[in-house]
C-alpha cells in the first residue's frame, strides 16, 4: 500500500454495544461474531434477525452464512 493512502475499515458492532466501542472488521471476525449471536441466541434466528444482532447488511450477513455452512459450521 502506497504511504500516502489510507484505507477505511468499516466498523462493526454488537446491537447492545454503544457507538465508539471497540469495532469488528474483516470478514472472519464479522463470521465469529455472527457464530457467538447464534450461540447466545435463545431461538434460531432468521437471516435478518441476524443482521440486525451483528449490525451487517442483510446480503453481507448471507454471504457470511454461506460460507460458514460450506465450511461445516
Do not use: C, N
Request: hydrophobic share 35%; proline share 5%; no cysteine.
Amino acid at each position: 500500500m502506497d504511504k500516502g493512502t489510507s484505507m477505511v475499515k468499516p466498523t462493526l458492532r454488537r446491537a447492545d454495544e454503544k457507538p465508539g466501542t471497540q469495532a469488528r472488521t474483516g470478514a472472519l471476525e464479522r463470521g465469529f461474531h455472527i457464530v457467538e449471536v447464534l450461540i447466545e441466541a435463545p431461538a434460531p434466528m432468521s437471516h435478518t434477525d441476524i443482521a440486525t444482532a451483528t449490525g451487517l447488511e442483510i446480503t453481507t450477513t448471507q454471504r457470511l452464512l454461506q460460507r460458514l455452512i460450506d465450511a461445516g459450521y
